[in-house]
């Protein structure tokens, strides 16, 4: 089991920002690709954004691109989902994901290690 420990959700009124921040051992930050999902009430969890091992190369959700960035920072072994002009739609528990592949796809079965979720509410 590889740990990753989400953090950074919480209340924000819609239009606003927010920042998870997804914390890995050394050893899973630099070998992994990494990515967010969330996962609403009575939904099936779905591909949010994914970046690369390298950082090179990253894939979005058609539905916040250009108001999510992902990214990942190797000195800290943490990879962070900056969101913005949130939605109440978009209301969720976003989890962080490993992939030990080169993996930046959509889909949650290639992904090995997941963190225990972190709950974003966007009020209306």
């Known amino acids: 089991q590889v740990p990753l420990v989400e953090s950074g959700g919480g209340l924000v009124q819609a239009g606003g920002s927010l920042r998870l921040s997804c914390a890995a051992s050394?050893?899973?930050?630099?070998?992994?690709?990494m990515g967010w999902f969330r996962q609403a009430p009575g939904k099936e969890r779905e591909f949010v954004a994914a970046?690369?091992?390298?950082?090179?190369?990253?894939n979005y959700a058609d539905s916040v691109k250009g108001r999510f960035t992902i990214s990942r920072n190797g000195a800290k072994n943490t990879v962070y989902l900056q969101m913005n002009s949130l939605k109440p739609e978009e209301t969720a528990v976003y989890y962080c994901?490993?992939?030990?592949?080169?993996?930046?796809?959509?889909?949650?079965?290639?992904?090995?290690?997941w963190g225990q979720g972190t709950q974003v509410t966007v009020s209306s």
């Open positions: 970046i690369s091992w390298s950082g090179g190369r990253t």
């Open positions: 994901a490993a992939s030990i592949r080169d993996y930046t796809d959509p889909i949650s079965g290639g992904y090995d290690y």
């Open positions: 050394e050893r899973t930050f630099r070998a992994y690709s």
